[in-house]
DNA sequence: GCGCCCATGTAAAAGGTTACATGATTAG
DNA sequence: CTAATCATGTAACCTTTTACATGGGCGC
């Protein structure tokens, strides 16, 4: 199973859709942090049909056009999404775990609670790792030059910093409200 | 030419080294947004080479151990690495930015200010899509309950969001930075 | 008539991952 | 004597990208 076969799994977890309609869904909605294209949009479909976990809802031919192909999800394939979702992911991974969190709607809150937890735990340490770093190249380097290597080396840490930063607040937030709103 | 030898022409740029202590940096010290392996490693250098964009600075049998190969930049890698560095890319390509962002120290500060700047603003324009986006959303589907597919939509573009604000702060932090030590 | 939209697919090439191969030395 | 480190590389496989192919209808 590759990550394109998650991905119209987690589409058709929502509501039943033709290849071709699953393509304008990624394309318009979710581009941002997966593109997919045709060659391997199709071979997945039937892949996932051979293995039962998505089946042929209809096959309707609408007059002129060419048979439009619609596929629902099937109860295996539910389960093996949800096992998917909440197997972990490693933490350098951002987008799978956003393609996971995409689907995180089919998890039990408490297990999305544990689940967020360990993420943030993890990114946690990161944040500190990549702090003392930059703590070490400014202490003996300053002042940075902007044409020295260093300034490069310093910058993209702190870019890092800023999205460990981000991911932390972001799964603080999530925890958050599935808290208040778990009773 | 691949990003495999871009991440070589920067290491390069830096100091001159053998493939296997140009895995061994990218291995401890940018691991975190790239890996590289031995398979992409030997031909691109080799590739490189060819090119003329590196030259083979020593070739030292010490001992016992295989012959060291060092290579250094040319002239000409430097100039295709500032190309590539100033060259613009797309927003959605995280990655190859902080590549670029590693030589960013080879590019004039006024002319590094103008990229970020631009970088800025196509962020800030995501940043207010994605802003829309949410609020269609909730307004909408208010109350969100956590078992409902447009939970992990919101989560999901709530995650986009905080990326980009701390992107555009990354771009602000850098462009004010540089505009304070260009005097 | 030209190019775009719908809707399915395939082929070829480039890129990336995993594992293996050599071969000497040193640390346990 | 086993395993790890240094240092080069190759083979086989998988994934991704780019482009093409079909074919009718619709707008300009």
Chains 1, 2 share one sequence.
């Not at 990550?3 to 058709?12: E, N, P």
């Not at 056009?65 to 197997?87: F, H, M, N, Q, S």
């Not at 350098?92 to 995180?104: I, T």
Request: with cysteine.
């Amino acid at each position: 199973m590759n990550s394109t076969q998650y991905v119209l799994l987690s589409l058709l977890a929502r509501e039943p859709l033709s290849g071709y309609d699953m393509k304008q869904q990624v394309d318009g909605r979710i581009s941002f942090f997966y593109k997919m294209n045709n060659n391997q949009l199709y071979p997945s479909l039937s892949k996932l049909e051979a293995d039962g976990l998505i089946r042929l809802q209809s096959h309707e031919k609408e007059s002129y056009r060419p048979t439009k192909k619609v596929y629902a999800i099937t109860d295996e394939g539910l389960a093996c999404l949800k096992a998917w979702v909440t197997e972990p992911s490693e933490p350098e991974a951002w987008d799978e775990f956003l393609l996971k969190q995409y689907s995180s709607w089919l998890v039990e809150p408490d297990v999305l609670i544990s689940i967020l937890e360990t993420r943030r735990r993890e990114h946690e340490e990161r944040l500190n790792g990549y702090k003392e770093k930059v703590a070490a190249f400014r202490e003996q380097y300053e002042p940075l030059s902007s044409d020295h290597p260093f300034f490069s080396t310093v910058a993209v840490i702190e870019m890092g910093i800023g999205f460990e930063r981000s991911y932390i607040e972001w799964c603080s937030n999530m925890i958050g409200w599935l808290k208040e709103n778990r009773i």
